[in-house]
């Protein structure tokens, strides 16, 4: 839609036109990611705000299941993450696969936004469809600061996957030293 297409590009004069002529503010593309998505995909603020002042639909989902607050923490926005949270975002809603806003942050290696997920109620142990868990995912990418921000928070080292290997597994597999030290 224009709307969504404005969104996106972030042209937040287009987006307040669009919206004042009346525009569907969560009219959604093909994929189901509808203009809110977009915007926080792409780290448009002022169209985030003006898009939920609009009355978006903060818990809108893709057709993957993906929310705006999955967009947002998969950017690493740790200024988009709060706003999307104070206005009822689920820190927990899982996608298709069961991968959460946490995984999202945690395989990018964005420790802020880690840390403001679970200062919202994220869960530091949420495992996807293969029981892979946020610090599988940070010890797999080698984010040392993200698996430490996990541990510190009760994430468990010994969580096997599907295939019963461990973050710790994913860690000296992948030569990450730092990350092993994260303990």
């Excluded at 937040?12 to 503010?25: D, H, I, K, P």
Aim: glycine share 8%; charged share 20%.
């Amino acid at each position: 839609t224009p709307l969504y297409a404005a969104a996106a590009h972030g042209q937040q004069a287009a987006v307040q036109l669009l919206l004042s002529e009346e525009a569907n503010v969560d009219a959604a593309n093909s994929e189901g990611m509808t203009p809110l998505y977009a915007a926080a995909a792409k780290g448009h603020h002022e169209v985030v705000q003006l898009l939920l002042e609009a009355g978006a639909d903060v818990k809108a989902a893709d057709v993957s299941d993906k929310t705006p607050l999955y967009a947002a923490a998969e950017a690493g926005d740790p200024g988009l993450v709060p706003v999307l949270l104070e206005r009822g975002a689920n820190p927990r809603a899982a996608s298709e696969g069961g991968k959460t806003p946490m995984h999202a942050a945690a395989t990018a290696g964005f420790a802020g936004v880690v840390r403001q997920l679970l200062t919202a109620g994220a869960s530091v142990r949420a495992a996807n469809s293969e029981r892979i868990t946020p610090l599988f995912v940070a010890a797999a990418e080698g984010h040392h600061e993200v698996a430490h921000v996990l541990l510190a928070a009760g994430a468990d080292v010994n969580a096997a996957d599907d295939s019963g290997r461990t973050p710790l597994h994913e860690a000296v597999e992948g030569c990450h030293a730092d990350t092993c030290r994260s303990r």
